[in-house]
């Protein structure tokens, strides 16, 4: 207990203080003039964020494209994990390891400016598009790209933990299902897939908050409607020095994860980790 | 409430440590009148491209002050950096139009002596006091450089020179379009306007009622659909029309060089309308801490060499006449190509960037301010 003491100090001043203070910072305001902060308790901000109707067009935007991106992620996870855990020999399993890891060695900037040239208009994908004679897909600086890049770049996030619980599952349940006569599907869905829901839970917590968090892929990738609620934090605080206004913003994506993250102990997935 | 308090007693400090020291710049009482020995540092806030080590290396050497600059990305973003800290963290911004105004009436720059700047006197007349940077008669920095913001068109793709700003607001070009992500774009489509639908009455682009601004906001949300990419950074605009993504959009002459140095086929052209544009200043802190070395500083970007180099190597206009000739010695034609030699009526054509402000000077007070501004793009870009 003496032993943990110090690192549960710093993290409740690192973590809660900080949070602690966006909170309260969320209920000031800025003088319009000066851009000093004004020390006087109110809920503008809220009433702000309530009434315009864009910045409500920017939440659900921001929720809709992260839940976007954690449905696709498990989608394409579950089915490679499932082939890294469970068919592949050790050999290509390592291989395969390298494989998902290898995109994180990069930097993320690189790879969301590569899926820039991907998809410009002049760029791979239109080109090879034309090479079979399909007309141009018109993808880049959409919020489409954004969902792409934003798939690709947590893909591994997913992988991982869809890994993890779906080596975990005892050889023996698959051949007492088998023995008990039920099919290959009939085994995925009423043994596989709830042993592995833990994984998929777990790995959808880093997508979603992730994509929840994130602004410099909607900026680099994204066109003429694809704000987050990060670019609007980002340029309250960069641009305009209204700190109060961009704390009370960021409520918006903290309360979404608090709900989330409830559900997702309810599924289980904190035993996946 | 205790930050508050603090800030003040620190601002006090700093406020008595630079009035002790027989420094030959003192501030707050009335202006300089010589330039003491330098202090050894100088930290400056800057466009990127504004310190380049061709001309900061001989400065440093010759002053003995130490450059280090911090490059902002906006206007808006030189704002938060000179008040970030107390404000005495950075002596000097290079500060446009839309940011001056705000850091004189926020009170984050003190006045500056002319006098003490040789090359003053060769300044063209219109950047000696302009509006943006003198208030009262006071001279709150001294002037730089200044440039339009052009209309750039790819020349494969728009077959006919467009002459009027109408092009980036036109269906025709739906989904090609690019302006710049930036709130003072509402003066663009103002600028438009003015001449378009004479009927609003607009006479200054900046200085807009509700009426005019709900106009400009209308024009631009119409605009909306059409826009590939609102561009933030120079080289996202360079981007877009070296992939094909924008054939026509917003820019500065920057963009246009580098562009036709990559052999893209592009030009730029200031329409019928005219054009707004940017004249930049480099402003003192009211709290620097090394102004001996800022008015070395001042001295030195304003003399012809510096200036000269300075236009070329981003593709703007000096301030000093005299910057033409080593233009032409450091690389022919280029005095032509920046307009350094040009005539008043090209000047005069260009709208610069300023605060929008509530009093406008029609003694209504009900022109819309620059908080207006930003939350009508916020919600724009949506």
Redesign the interface.
């Given at each position: 207990m003496l032993l943990l003491a110090p690192p549960l100090f710093a993290f409740g001043l690192v973590y809660l203080a900080s949070l602690v203070a966006l909170l309260v910072s969320a209920f000031w305001s800025v003088d319009a003039f000066t851009t000093e902060i004004v020390h006087i308790w109110n809920v503008d901000n809220f009433r702000t964020l309530w009434d315009e109707s864009a910045y409500r067009t920017i939440a659900l935007r921001t929720i809709g494209i992260a839940a976007a991106v954690t449905v696709t992620d498990a989608v394409l996870a579950f089915p490679f994990a499932y082939f890294m855990a469970r068919v592949a020999g050790p050999r290509r399993r390592a291989l395969l390891f390298v494989l998902v890891l290898l995109p994180l060695w990069s930097s993320y900037l690189v790879r969301v400016y590569v899926w820039r040239l991907i998809l410009n208009q002049d760029g791979v994908l239109n080109w090879a598009l034309g090479k079979v004679g399909l007309p141009d897909a018109h993808i880049a600086y959409t919020n489409v790209a954004v969902w792409i890049v934003f798939s690709y770049v947590w893909l591994p996030f997913m992988i991982l933990p869809v890994y993890g619980a779906l080596e975990r599952i005892p050889d023996s349940l698959l051949e007492a299902s088998r023995d008990l006569g039920a099919r290959g599907f009939l085994t995925l869905r009423k043994i596989v897939l709830p042993l592995a829901l833990p994984g998929l839970v777990a790995g959808s917590i880093f997508t979603f908050s992730l994509t929840l968090g994130d602004y410099v892929t909607p900026l680099l990738a994204g066109g003429s409607s694809s704000q987050f609620i990060g670019n609007v934090v980002y340029s309250s605080v960069g641009v305009s020095n209204n700190v109060p206004f961009a704390a009370a913003f960021a409520t918006v994506p903290l309360a979404v994860m608090a709900v989330y993250l409830l559900i997702a102990r309810r599924l289980g997935a904190f035993e996946a980790m | 409430?205790r930050?508050?308090r603090r800030t003040r007693v620190l601002a006090a400090a700093v406020t008595a440590a630079l009035c002790v020291p027989a420094a030959g710049v003192g501030s707050g009482q009335g202006l300089p009148t010589s330039i003491g020995k330098g202090e050894g540092q100088l930290n400056l806030i800057a466009w990127e491209g504004y310190t380049q080590p061709q001309w900061v290396k001989p400065f440093q050497k010759s002053t003995g002050c130490t450059v280090h600059a911090k490059y902002a990305g906006?206007s808006?973003?030189m704002?938060?950096l000179m008040?970030s800290g107390g404000g005495s963290q950075y002596d000097m911004v290079s500060a446009s139009g839309d940011a001056s105004l705000r850091l004189i009436?926020?009170k984050d720059v003190q006045p500056v002596n002319p006098a003490l700047i040789p090359d003053y006197k060769n300044f063209i007349p219109a950047l000696k006091s302009p509006p943006h940077n003198t208030v009262g008669g006071k001279h709150y920095g001294i002037s730089l450089q200044w440039g339009p913001n052009t209309l750039l068109y790819n020349t494969a793709k728009v077959k006919s020179k467009p002459t009027s700003w109408a092009a980036i607001y036109d269906a025709k070009y739906k989904?090609k379009v690019t302006v710049p992500d930036n709130p003072i774009q509402i003066a663009d489509a103002a600028l438009y306007l003015s001449k378009a639908q004479a009927g609003l009455g607009i006479k200054d682009p900046y200085e807009l009622n509700e009426k005019q601004f709900a106009a400009a906001v209308a024009l631009l949300k119409k605009q909306?659909?059409l826009?590939?990419?609102?561009w933030?950074l120079a080289s996202d605009e360079i981007?877009?029309f070296k992939?094909?993504?924008a054939v026509i959009g917003a820019s500065w002459p920057y963009q246009t060089n580098t562009l036709k140095a990559a052999k893209v086929p592009v030009a730029d052209v200031i329409p019928k309308e005219g054009a707004t544009g940017w004249a930049d200043t480099w402003m003192l802190s009211a709290k620097a801490k090394h102004p001996n070395c800022a008015y070395k500083w001042m001295q030195w970007v304003s003399t012809p060499k510096v200036q000269a180099q300075q236009a070329i190597s981003f593709g703007e206009t000096p301030a000093n006449l005299k910057a033409c000739a080593w233009m032409d010695k450091l690389a022919k034609g280029t005095c032509a190509q920046y307009h350094a030699n040009a005539p008043t009526a090209y000047f005069n054509s260009i709208r610069f960037w300023k605060t929008p402000v509530a009093d406008c000077g029609n003694g209504k007070k009900d022109c819309m301010?620059y908080?207006k501004w930003?939350q009508a793009w916020?919600?724009l870009?949506?």
């Open positions: - | 409430m930050g508050i906006s808006d973003e704002v938060t008040r009436y926020g989904g909306k659909p826009i590939k990419k609102y933030a981007d877009l992939n094909g993504d301010d908080t930003q916020t919600q870009k949506g």
